[in-house]
């Protein structure tokens, strides 16, 4: 009995020992375990990894659901995700540099060269051109004897407040909320009372009416904007011949309106300009509601200038009509 059941065991080992591997293409059976050999070394290839090694594994920290093997990719090695490099900090000794060189060409009114270290949000509200302006009319700059950097406090990693001390012969004061803003490189943010103001309120803070419009004129010319030159009022004209040579026709009788010269109403103004340029169209500038101006005074007054009352006939309705004939005679309108 003994002997048939050793004999049918050794049978058993003889016929797993003859019969080929059960291991299935490109794994191959090594001391019974199926793996890969590609060193073709008889020794597993997961045996011979540096990234299996219990050294390796017991002094680092990652996440094994990260890690590719073998066995799901075939033969690609072995990959581990890795903590990329920090960000480095921006240097806040460059955001000191920056305030500095700023405050510096402030007190020194280089403009151009001050607007150059304000931030792209700055500069898309103010051009540089229209921030000369501004400094250069407002007169609360004309007398800056310092500007100097007190004190900076990090907000942030990329925002500095900085504390400027500016003096005038007259008073010092501190400049309201100023920073130092990192965005591809420090840049300044600050004076609200010039970017965040419109360009003739922040160059013309005059109290005193006269002053105002002396500086729209100032800024029109500056800018070579002529829209300025209308806040000018009774320097709309030269502020006008400065920008170019003449004056056309609507821009006369604005003129007339702003300011008519002295012993002048608005009326006889716009009446001398219709004669002048021989234009009785130059009346239709006054207002239809004005009718006892626009018809009486200055059509009847243009006719009456040229001796001609067929220019009365021109307008259609009657009633209008009998007002030029008034005005032509000479009749109080």
């Known amino acids: 009995m003994k002997l048939g059941i050793f004999f049918l065991m050794f049978v058993s080992l003889f016929v797993i020992a003859c019969s080929p591997s059960s291991c299935m293409s490109p794994f191959t059976e090594i001391d019974g375990v199926c793996c890969l050999d590609e060193g073709h070394n008889n020794i597993c290839d997961h045996e011979e990894s540096a990234y299996y090694s219990n050294d390796i594994i017991a002094n680092s920290s990652f996440n094994s659901s990260s890690i590719t093997t073998d066995s799901e990719v075939g033969s690609t090695p072995v990959e ?17 540099k920056v305030a500095e060189l700023w405050a510096q060409a402030y007190q020194s009114k280089q403009y151009k060269i001050m607007y150059s270290y304000f931030s792209d949000n700055l500069k898309k509200r103010k051009s540089l051109k229209e921030f000369e302006a501004i400094m250069e009319l407002n007169p609360s700059n004309s007398g800056i004897v310092s500007v100097k950097v007190i004190s900076l406090k990090a907000v942030s990693d990329n925002k500095v407040k900085i504390e400027v001390k500016v003096a005038t012969p007259i008073k010092d004061y501190m400049m309201p909320e100023t920073y130092v803003v990192y965005d591809e490189g420090w840049k300044i943010e600050g004076m609200a009372e010039v970017f965040y103001v419109d360009t003739f309120g922040a160059a013309c803070p005059f109290q005193k009416e006269f002053n105002k419009e002396r500086c729209a004129k100032e800024l029109a010319i500056k800018l070579q904007d002529p829209e300025y030159c209308e806040r000018s009022r009774c320097y709309y004209t030269e502020c006008l011949e400065e920008l170019r040579s003449s004056l056309n026709k609507k821009e006369r009788v ?17 009446l001398n300009v219709a004669v002048e340029l021989d234009d009785i169209s130059v009346c239709d500038e006054i207002p239809e509601r004005t009718y006892a101006d626009r018809y009486c005074k200055c059509y009847g007054g243009y006719a009456r200038a040229k001796g001609n009352s067929d220019y009365c006939k021109r307008i259609s309705n009657p009633d209008y009509k009998d007002l030029c004939i008034e005005g032509f005679e000479g009749k109080r309108c």
């Open 80 to 96: 581990i995700n890795r903590t990329e490099d920090p960000i480095p900090k921006p240097d806040l000794s460059q955001a000191k």
């Open 254 to 270: 604005i003129a007339c309106n702003l300011c008519p010269p002295v012993m002048t109403t608005t009326q006889e103004c716009i």
